[in-house]
Structure formats: C-alpha cells, structure tokens
C-alpha cells in the first residue's frame, strides 16, 4: 500500500503554462530561459505583454536579444531595475537545465498536442 | 506457519500512508527545484517564487494551474495591471456568442465578458477570429494543434481536456436561443 501511494506522489514535472525559450541560449552557453506565465498573470493582464510589449501570442514567435532587453525592449520592459529586478540577474531567466527545447509544458490533465 | 503481526504495527502503518496521501493531496503543485524544468544548481530555484506559494493563495479550480483565473481576478484576489506603467481603459464587452450550432457536441458559448478582462479585442480580432459570427472556419483538430482557441487554452488558459467548459449548451437550448423562441 506504500508503495502504491509513493507511486502517486507528484512526480517531476513543470507547472502548466510554464515557458521555455531556447533558440539562442544554449548555443551562446547559458542556461535556457525559464518564464514562469502564470507568475506574470498573476501580476499583469494578457494585454500588457501581448499588446503593449509586442510579444506574440506563440512560444518562439518573438525574436528577443539580450540587447533588446537591455535596451529597454521586451522583457526588459520590466526588468529594469524599477519595475522588476534588471538584467544583471542572469541566472534569475536563464535557470533551465541545458538542452530543453523551446514550448510551453503543461501539467495538470493534459500533455497538451506539441505545437506550442 | 507465518508469524503474525501485531495490530498495532498494521495500525502505524496505516496511519503513515494515510498522512502521506494527506500530504500528496494537499501538494498541487511542484517545487521549482524537482519540476524537470529548472537546473538545481541554479541560484533561480532558491530565489524565486514557487508555484504553491503563489497558487494555493487563489481560488482552487481542478486543472491547468489549478486556479480559477477568472474569479480570481474577477473576485479581485489578484489585481494584475492593465498598462506596465498605471492603468490603461479598456473594453469590457458582455456578449455571449454561441457556436457549434446543429453539432453533434453541446453547442459552445464563448462568454465575452471574462476575455475581454484580460485581452485586447484586437489580440484575437480580425487576426484569430473575424468578428462576423461563423466566419472564422473553427475546428476541434485545429484547437488541438494550437490554433484558434487552442493557441490560449492548452497552453496557458484552461486545458483541451475540460470539453464541457465551452461545449456547454444543450443543443436543443441552443436553437432555441437562436430562433428566439421560449
């Protein structure tokens, strides 16, 4: 019966709507970027992100650079510094294990058809 | 002949594996540090948010994130900007649209209202869905490839496998509706 319930403990797996972006971070030798949506809902509207900051509504779609972001672009909206913390964080994003591909995971009830 | 074991040991174990499900069921979501995604090593794990801390805060719902995101913000337990600086006007439409009329499924009613309280009219319109009603040629196999609703709802918003979320209206009702008959 132990055994059993150990089984159902909660494996690992990510939080449903959490985002992985990988096009340039392995190849420039850091950790891909984590991007936690639900956190950011919780403290923005959709229309923010996905209007005001330009972002598509489709993981990869938007060429983001560091540069941009460090320009005040992007992510960089916010991490700034004044709104939420800056870009000398690194390890803050870029907190994925190395060679995660880019999409969205989801978790709970679905493992979601892989378009995302 | 097997020794048998005492009631008092079958009773503790008992009693652990029940606390254990107690605590497996009270545990919805993942530490940042086991979720398969995040590197341990990383300083993020030990700085940033974990979903539990943030989500078992909110009203509860049975999957996705396991948060009813729209009376969380509709009940104001979350009050998530509207502009990255202040507030911006936006517009909040109230209108349902019925779709899937004459389907072999319930028909579907998209409620306006909780979209428009997060979204732009112009994140979906004209791009997504054309505004004119049965113009935008929606099918089930392209919401599953993360088209349509599917680019939101099985990504972010609710999952595909809550049907009767959208498929919510008995057809018989909905035609009614249409026709404006009682």
Redesign the interface.
């Known amino acids: ?2 055994g059993l ?2 089984c ?3 494996g ?7 985002v ?1 972006l990988n096009k340039r971070s392995d190849k420039e030798g850091v ?1 891909p970027v ?1 991007y ?4 950011h ?8 992100c ?4 330009g972002f598509v ?3 990869g779609a938007t060429d983001v650079t560091m540069d941009e972001i460090s320009q005040g672009r992007f992510c960089g ?2 991490h700034n510094g004044e ?1 939420a913390w800056s870009v000398e964080n690194c ?8 060679g ?1 591909p880019t999409g ?7 493992t ?2 892989g ?2 | 002949m097997r020794k048998r074991t005492t009631p008092y040991f079958e009773c503790a174990l008992l009693t652990l594996a029940l606390g254990w499900s107690a605590v497996v069921m009270a545990q919805n979501w993942r530490k940042l540090e086991s979720d398969g995604l995040h590197d341990p090593g990383s300083e993020a794990v030990k700085v940033l948010q974990d979903p539990a801390e943030a989500m078992s805060q909110l009203p509860p719902d049975t999957a996705g994130n396991k948060v009813d995101w729209i009376r969380a913000l509709q009940g104001g337990y979350i009050k998530p900007r509207s502009a990255l600086r202040g507030e911006k006007e936006y517009e909040v439409l109230d209108g349902d649209v019925l779709m899937n009329i004459g389907g072999s499924t319930p028909a579907v009613l998209f409620p306006h209202k909780p979209h428009t309280q997060w979204l732009d009219c112009k994140n979906c319109h004209e791009g997504l869905f054309q505004s004119k009603a049965g113009a935008t040629p929606i099918t089930m196999e392209k919401i599953l490839q993360g088209e349509y609703c599917g680019v939101c709802h099985g990504a972010v918003a609710f999952p595909l496998t809550e049907c009767n979320r959208c498929h919510s209206v008995r057809q018989m009702d909905a035609i009614k509706r249409v026709r404006g008959t009682p």
């Open positions: 019966m132990l319930l150990v159902w403990a909660p690992s797996g990510a939080e449903y709507a959490d992985v950790r984590i936690p949506h639900w956190f809902r919780i403290r923005f509207q959709c229309r923010v996905h209007g005001e900051l509504m489709r993981v909206a916010c709104i390890d803050l994003c870029h907190s994925g294990k190395p995660l969205i995971k989801g978790g709970h009830q679905t979601g058809p378009l995302w």
